[in-house]
DNA sequence: TTGACATGCAACCATTTGGTTGCCTATTAT
DNA sequence: ATAATAGGCAACCAAATGGTTGCATGTCAA
């Protein structure tokens, strides 16, 4: 879990991301296209996403082929983000609370 | 956006959220207690935070009262999760399909 | 087979990050 | 008044991060 937080920080990684997720199974290369980054830089990125298991790769002859695995993004927002949402009313009004008390 | 990711790379605070999704509107000794940090580390950590909007502090006395603000993380779900999800089958079963023809 | 293309590996660098220590200020309680 | 309590500020430090350059390797096409 803290592997795809940490991956998800940056954002080249994300818009990476973003990128597979318009156009699943792009070359290292392809993945290059446009961006200010040398390939080198977007290699590690790539890497730190693929041990984070949100792109997997396999060879097909001389091309490395990204695909996007959706299945981490998806159990952040199961086992994580939905723990805040059941409290987030009670949050607000309790802090709306503590906010109209402030001068007293 | 990019702060809030940037806010949660972190385990240390997300386990500070933790605690204020326990326990609202904590002091921030209160929140120190038990952790293996020093106060600073703590003070840096929740003006991350409060820098990304996660956490709404004011003082009350000598006291800094933390709220949490589930909002941001509401909006990656909203904004960011939910747009990978749509994906989700289509991203999977084309994955599966490559890699069955892996050894063509 | 030889050159071009796709990727990998490693060393190096500047900046950011997460943490520390030491001291200062403000508020409360005795 | 004064001591204890809650927090703030700043300098410093080691390690991680995001990037670079240079060179090596593997694969395809002419």
Redesign the interface.
């Known amino acids: 879990m ?1 592997e795809v ?2 991956a ?2 940056d ?1 080249s990684r ?1 818009s990476l ?1 973003d990128r597979l ?1 318009a156009h ?2 792009q070359t290292l290369n392809e993945l290059c296209d446009g961006l200010a980054m040398t390939r080198q830089a977007v290699t590690k990125h790539l890497a730190i996403l693929e041990a984070a298991n949100l792109v ?1 790769t ?1 060879r ?1 002859g001389r091309e490395k ?1 990204h ?5 981490p ?2 159990q ?2 199961e086992r ?6 059941r ?2 009313l009670t ?2 009004s ?2 709306k609370r ?2 109209e008390k ?1 001068d007293e």
């Open positions: 803290d937080f940490k998800l920080a954002a994300r991301l997720h699943n199974g997997t396999f097909k082929l695909y996007l695995n959706p299945v993004i998806h952040i927002g994580w983000i939905k723990k805040f949402e409290g987030k949050a607000l309790e802090l503590q906010l402030r």
